[in-house]
């Protein structure tokens, strides 16, 4: 199955600082989804991104998929964007989107 | 509102006592999927459908079991657990057309003592 593998592991920030975690990915994909988890454990949608560049708000991630990797980017970081970040690809390529598989997670930190 | 409804959001139970995690959309989601989340292993899928009927098993599908017997509804049962079934679980629904996002509830966290 896909490798999918998530950078940094931890990050630390203070308000109002950016941040740029990575997502790659061991072979193409057609869905690749943001994912925002709150302290709470609550698990919020990003962005659906398989390719090119979106924005919302201070939030903006871009997948490159002939490289296979994806971008995300927070800009003037609040204390809640903290969290734990999650991409998420389907487990056998492309088509299959039924098995998604998930990285281990960035853990963003943002300190007032 | 859209969403994903799931109950109940904490439970409690012993081992070998049947239990049932209820899973309802309201977004008319041909696709349903179950995952548990355990510290250092994230998430994994435990089983999925693509439409009423139709199941199919994920990742890690031990223990588990699953029916879709309405569009909406997509149950998981556990007709034996064990303590290595402690988790919390997640249930998401998403379309099958076009931006495929997927939606989750807001999880069930189990305990099997």
């Known amino acids: 199955g896909i490798q999918v593998e998530q950078s940094p592991p931890d990050l630390i920030l203070q308000e109002g600082a950016n941040s740029t975690l990575r997502c790659n990915f061991s072979?193409?994909?057609?869905?690749l989804q943001w994912f925002h988890q709150n302290p709470w454990g609550q698990l919020i949608n990003l962005f659906y991104i398989p390719s090119g560049t979106k924005q919302n708000g201070r939030l903006s991630a871009t997948t490159v998929a002939t490289e296979r990797y994806s971008l995300l980017y927070i800009s003037s970081s609040q204390t809640t964007d903290s969290g734990v970040y999650f991409c998420a690809v389907p487990r056998a390529g492309g088509t299959s989107y039924g098995k998604l598989t998930f990285g281990q997670g960035t853990i963003l930190t943002v300190h007032p | 509102e859209a969403q994903v409804t799931q109950n109940p959001r904490y439970l409690i139970t012993v081992t070998g006592k049947k239990l049932t995690v209820t899973c309802s959309q309201n977004?008319?989601?041909?696709?349903m999927s179950w995952y548990r989340q355990d510290p250092g292993l994230g998430l994994r899928q435990i089983y999925y459908s693509m439409n009423v009927e139709v199941t199919d098993k994920g990742d890690v599908p031990e223990g588990y079991k699953v029916s879709r017997k309405e569009k909406r509804n997509f149950p998981l049962i556990l007709e034996s657990p064990s303590p290595n079934q402690t988790s919390l679980y997640f249930c998401a629904s998403s379309s099958r057309m076009g931006v495929v996002k997927l939606f989750f509830g807001s999880g069930t966290q189990l305990s099997v003592l």
């Open positions: 072979d193409s994909v057609n869905n």
């Open positions: 977004m008319n989601h041909e696709y």
